[in-house]
Nanobody, 122 residues
Framework: QVQLVESGGGLVQAGGSLRLSCAAS????????MGWFRQAPGKEREFVAA????????RYSDSVKGRFTVSRDNAKNTVYLQMNSLKPEDTAVYYC???????????????WGQGTQVTVSS
């Protein structure tokens, strides 16, 4: 069992930056791949980024590649999403999730956080 709590969301102007954190409970955090997803109003939840348990493999969606960076600190049971050059279309609720292996589809993930709101003003 893994419990996830996101933090770091907020309101930022276009071009600004935010860093999201996802704190995990449970001693098995380091064995899970971690993903970040987002859901805008009226849209389906979409993949943003994922990182393998060791951090050696990372994937990004095309829409955030080059602007967002995912990382993890297994000693702190925390995964991060550094978001730079934010755009109004990045506005969404951002979720972290845990999976047995690095995956893209939402249905692959076993555990989810409650989400944190990111709003980017133009």
């Amino acid at each position: 069992q893994v419990q996830l709590v996101e933090s770091g969301g907020g309101l930022v102007q276009a071009g600004g930056s935010l860093r999201l954190s996802c704190a995990a409970s449970g001693r098995t955090f380091s064995s899970y791949a971690m993903g970040w997803f987002r859901q805008a109003p009226g849209k389906e939840r979409e993949f943003v980024a994922a990182i393998s348990w060791s951090g050696s493999r990372i994937r990004y969606s095309d829409s955030v590649k080059g602007r967002f960076t995912v990382s993890r600190d297994n000693a702190k049971n925390t995964v991060y999403l550094q978001m730079n050059s934010l755009k109004p279309e990045d506005t969404a609720v951002y979720y972290c999730a845990a999976d047995q292996s690095l995956s893209v589809p939402t249905y692959e993930y076993d555990y989810w956080g409650q989400g944190t709101q990111v709003t980017v003003s133009s």
